[in-house]
């Protein structure tokens, strides 16, 4: 079994950058496909990035083409979550989660606290 916490959230102005990361504890991390979701005040938990336990495929929602990027160390136990050009939308409390499937849908496997990212404008 996985645990996850997450880390790197704040307030920052539309425009900035911020870098999530993901702390994940277990010798078989490298096994588990990781994901990042957000979920905004109001509204349902989307998905946002993935990438597979190796760190070859990754996988984004629309949004967040372009603007976003994941990456992981495995040597560290380690996923990031590189936020570019980010805009008030951008708003919510954002999760990391863990699956041994790469194209997951739910990440059912572990979830870490999640941490607040906040963009004025």
């Known amino acids: 079994q996985v645990q996850l916490v997450e880390s790197g959230g704040g307030l920052v102005q539309a425009g900035g950058s911020l870098r999530l990361s993901c702390a994940a504890s277990?010798?078989?991390?490298?096994?588990?496909?990781v994901g990042w979701f957000r979920q905004a005040p109001g509204k349902e938990r989307e998905f946002v990035a993935a990438i597979s336990g190796s760190g070859i495929l990754t996988r984004y929602t629309d949004s967040v083409k372009g603007r976003f990027a994941i990456s992981r160390d495995n040597d560290k136990n380690m996923v990031y979550l590189q936020m570019n050009s980010l805009k008030p939308e951008d708003t919510a409390v954002y999760y990391c989660?863990?699956?041994?499937?790469?194209?997951?849908?739910?990440?059912?496997?572990?979830w870490g606290q999640g941490t607040q990212v906040t963009v004025s404008s």
């Open positions: 989660a863990a699956d041994m499937r790469f194209l997951s849908r739910s990440f059912g496997d572990a």
């Open positions: 277990g010798r078989t991390f490298a096994t588990y496909a």
